[in-house]
Structures are given as C-alpha cells and as structure tokens.
C-alpha cells in the first residue's frame, strides 16, 4: 500500500480550467501539506493542515484552494489555471507538524497548462 | 533570496570519488534534515539532525549540523552511481509546522 497517494499523477490542461489533486495518506499521521516543485526543483511549501485545520497558508494565489475533509485526506483545487501554474505538485504527511518530524511525500502530481 | 542555500548545485563526478555538498542560512533552526528525490518520485528523508555540532553517519553518508545550527553538510564516501539523485536539506522550527527546503544539489555519479 502507498503511504501517500495523489491522483492523477499527470494532467494537462488548458489556460482557464479548474481542476483538482486529490491525496489521500494511510498513516494515520495528523499534519498533511502541499509542496509546489517548479523546473527548477525548487521545492516551496503553499498549504499545512493539522487535524482538518489551516496552519499554513503561504502566498499562493486564492485560485487555490486546499480543502481537507477528513485528517487522512487533503485536496487541491485550483482555478482558473495559467501558464505559470505548470509544476509538480507533492502532497505530503507528518506524525505531526513542527521541527523534527519525518514528512512522507506522494509521487507528485505533473501539471502541464497549455 | 531563498532561506537555505545549497551549494554546489551540479556535481558531477566518478565512481568512487569523495564529496560534500552544503546547505547554509542565516535563520537558526531548531532541525535540519536531508532528503534524497529520485527522477519521478518524492523526496524521501535520509536523516534528521537537532543538535548544534551533531554528527550522523548512514553507511556512507556523514551528516553534520553546524554548531549554531544555521547550516549542515553532508559527505559521501566512495559515492557509486546509485548515490545519484537531488539531495535537498530542509530546516525547521518548534513552533510551528513550516519546512523550508533548500533548492538542492543535483549529484551523478558515473560508473
């Protein structure tokens, strides 16, 4: 069984499209995130969840929207898609949130926007 | 600017070679910790280091956290082609649930 598992793993889509990234982890960990990697393999935290809360939210654009129904589970929906959204796309999990802990990382979700 | 810099961030070089890469900021960090991406897939954790002046070893990798915990480096003896890969470094607070990653050095090992 994969700890951590996005879907789809690839996606290409045009500019304007809304389209989600479901994740889902089975760990039983509280703290999920979503990492943005661009070509460059820069790796940049966009959203942190614990337990069904928000604790991190960086500067992302609020066409973005992480919604999380349940702990073991943190979607991402993005709409209105550009250009500049093409990236990996890595949901992740913790035991917990905060310094120390082991993240465990799903694939990657490759969005291609054309 | 990003908050942990990593150098080199191209290294390439033979099978059985020695080399350090390094990952420096000016933040202080309550851990540190390396992770190694392979093409494809996510980045996996190789080690995790909390104490300023710590030294971990994993088979042939040698992990250091600087001693005012602001930077680390990691040392790979006799690498082998398998060692290849995007080794990232990542540090982290107490207080909150924030990892920042570094931009990473992308090692290959010829045979």
């Known amino acids: 069984d994969t700890a951590v598992s996005q879907t789809p793993k690839y996606l290409v889509t045009q500019m304007g499209n809304d389209k989600s990234i479901k994740c889902e982890q089975n760990l039983g960990h509280d703290t999920m995130y979503w990492y943005k990697q661009d070509s460059k393999k820069f790796l940049k935290i966009m959203f942190s969840?614990?337990?069904?809360?928000?604790?991190i939210n960086e500067t992302v654009p609020n066409r973005f929207s992480p919604k999380s129904p349940d702990k073991a589970h943190l979607n991402l929906h993005i709409n209105s898609l550009e250009l500049g959204d093409s990236a990996v796309y890595f949901c992740?999990?913790?035991?917990?949130?905060?310094?120390?802990?082991?993240?465990?990382f799903g694939e990657g979700s490759w969005l291609t926007v054309v | 600017t990003q908050l942990l810099e990593q150098s080199p961030q191209f290294l390439s070089i033979q099978e059985g070679e020695n080399l350090t890469v390094y990952c420096n900021s000016s933040s202080v960090f309550s851990s540190l910790q390396w992770y190694r991406q392979e093409p494809g897939e996510g980045p996996v954790l190789l080690v995790t280091v909390v104490t300023g002046g710590e030294v971990k070893k994993l088979k042939r990798l040698t992990f250091q956290f600087g001693d005012a915990r602001k930077d680390s480096s990691l040392h790979i003896t006799a690498a082998q082609p398998g060692d290849t890969g995007l080794y990232l470094c990542?540090?982290?607070?107490?207080?909150?649930?924030?990892?920042?990653f570094g931009a990473g050095t992308r090692l290959t090992v010829k045979p």
């Open positions: 992740a999990s913790s035991l917990r949130g905060g310094s120390g802990n082991t993240i465990y």
């Open positions: 969840y614990n337990n069904k809360e928000l604790i």
């Open positions: 990542a540090g982290g607070w107490s207080n909150n649930n924030d990892m920042r």
